[in-house]
């Protein structure tokens, strides 16, 4: 056995000095220890979050995409502003407004459910302009930046509000989870512009060396809000069915007509079978906007889309429940993906647990 603080054997030749010898070399293995700086942290977080996305729904290619460019933006902040890394500092403002451009066109062609077009290259102007405001050292990129990321926030904000309470392109049966994750898009660019303003502020008082500080502070805000935004994503799909109507009123004739149609065609084609179904599929078999499509369910059912369509769902697996199937084979027959979701919308419309509700109808 040997002396941990010097080292010898069990005896050790200096016991008054054990103490001093063992805190020594405890602040040697300290200074040793690697000190990640936090803007890399949320890039590894990110990363894991887009590999994550990229292998359990090729769907979200969206997302994912969004997801990898925050986790090269987190990487290049950190080899700029805690490296000083020269070229990450010339780079970092061009990959910088690349960021709220393509948030925006990812929020229209997933969450709008529109196709993008030869107009949309005009958001490439934001990191052209970047790019030759780069090495000016004047304060208009300071300012630019941060104007940028609040008008995009707020542009995809305001769209969110005036979309209805489906997006067109989500798989029906999500809740409100898609609308929460694009309203923390929009927040944490906002959340972004206030940080750049904070840095452009510091620069213009001379002080420079509080730079490093807001970028901390700032990234371990989006951090918190990422993880309260998990939080708040899993509580909400959890109660995605205790959720209330979206529009309250009285439904005119042609609200009851548009949803009896949905109704046959529900039945004769068994849509719900489909586990990728969406808002936009339904409105555009039934040639009708998809904003218009929703609000009528809500008007006539008092359900959302979602809930009306897992209807469907839950009505064919307690049939194949009934004929014996298991569980899952019950799941899958109702076009359901994950369990966690079967589970909860059964016992929302049943009131027990699918092997509860075939253990009653078998006795």
Not at 338 to 349: A, M, V
């Amino acid at each position: 056995m040997r002396c941990f603080a010097c080292d010898t054997g069990s005896f050790c030749p200096a016991p008054s000095n054990r103490f001093e010898l063992v805190q020594n070399r405890f602040e040697d293995y300290q200074s040793a220890m690697i000190a990640l700086p936090l803007p890399l942290v949320s890039s590894l977080i990110l990363g894991f979050l887009f590999l994550r996305l990229m292998v359990q729904d090729r769907r979200a290619s969206w997302i994912a995409a969004l997801l990898g460019m925050l986790a090269l933006q987190g990487g290049i902040i950190t080899l700029a502003q805690h490296f000083g890394l020269e070229m990450a500092r010339m780079v970092q403002p061009v990959t910088a407004m690349m960021l709220p451009a393509f948030a925006w066109l990812a929020w229209k062609a997933d969450g709008m459910g529109r196709r993008l077009g030869a107009t949309d290259l005009a958001h490439a102007a934001a990191p052209a302009l970047a790019l030759a405001l780069v090495g000016t050292e004047s304060l208009l990129l300071d300012a630019y930046i941060p104007l940028v990321y609040a008008g995009y926030g707020l542009a995809i904000g305001l769209a969110l509000h005036h979309t209805g309470p489906d997006l067109p392109r989500i798989r029906l049966g999500q809740g409100g989870l898609p609308r929460l994750v694009w309203g923390g898009v929009a927040a944490a660019l906002c959340l972004s512009a206030l940080s750049d303003l904070g840095i452009a502020l510091a620069l213009a008082l001379g002080q420079a060396a509080h730079v490093p500080v807001i970028i901390d502070l700032s990234t371990s805000a989006i951090l918190l809000g990422l993880g309260l935004l998990a939080l708040a994503a899993e509580r909400m799909a959890g109660n995605a069915a205790a959720e209330g109507p979206a529009e309250a009123g009285v439904p005119s004739e042609d609200d009851q007509a548009l949803v009896a149609r949905l109704d046959a065609l529900m039945q004769s084609r068994q849509l719900w079978r489909d586990p990728d179904l969406t808002l936009a599929q339904l409105a555009r078999r039934l040639s009708v906007p998809a904003k218009r499509l929703s609000a009528a369910v809500n008007l006539v059912t008092g359900d959302n889309i979602s809930r009306h369509v897992n209807g469907y769902r839950i009505r064919a697996a307690s049939a194949a429940l009934r004929g014996g199937a298991s569980a899952t084979e019950a799941m899958l027959e109702g076009g359901f993906i994950t369990k966690s979701n079967f589970n909860r919308e059964f016992r929302r419309i049943t009131g027990k647990a699918p092997t509860e509700w075939q253990a009653a109808h078998r006795a």
